[in-house]
């Protein structure tokens, strides 16, 4: 477990870094190159993770290939079981670095909606393989099945996903009933002993609630437009 804690630090640490928008004092020499392609620079000089324990890591950065697709092809042939569903393993991966993945699609989508292309998601998705090319060197079956390794559940995952799609059509349902149903015919209203009228401000619901809560027969109404 203390593994996947390390790898996900190191990819945030330097993700904060390589986003950086002017925060910092000490920018990182690299930002003219991609994500990957920055990280592998940074990574070549790193001995953090040696530090760490994971030994030869530099070594490691240095005879994968350089370039983020190469990288990925790399990562399945060594990592991912032949019966792997390629979406889900590198879903995994990513999802390890989950808040860092987000604004990579972020990014990615607005770039796309501009007619630009964008592969920093990709490239993300190489830096983690990465970690997990050099644990898999490191300790190979020493090692416990990571999180982003770990194949899951198939048939538990199928089942518990019907149960969702079970209970949230069942919701839409009721909810769907609820608001196609007849109107009812409104209650007899009661003439209020006391109608007072608030700015819709949150400042004012204190002495809403109070005044309502001395008799049922007196009623507060809230208005957007005017203080007092």
Known sequence: AHWGVFVTDEISNFCATYFDENQTTWRSPWLEHSLFAAWREAARHDRNPE???????????????????DLIAAGVTILAPADTALADFFHRQLVTVAGWAAYAQYLVREDELRGRANSTLRDLLAIRLTYEIALHRAFGAALPPSTASADPDRARLQVLQRWQNAYEHG????????????????????????QAVFCSDVRSEVVRRHLEAAAPSIATVGFAGFFG
């Open 51 to 69: 530090a760490f324990g994971l030994r030869d890591f530099r070594a490691t950065v240095r005879t994968l290939p350089p370039g983020a697709e």
């Open 171 to 194: 919701y839409q349902h009721r909810l769907a009933s609820r608001l196609t149903a007849p109107e009812r015919s409104p209650r007899e209203s009661v003439r209020p002993s006391v």
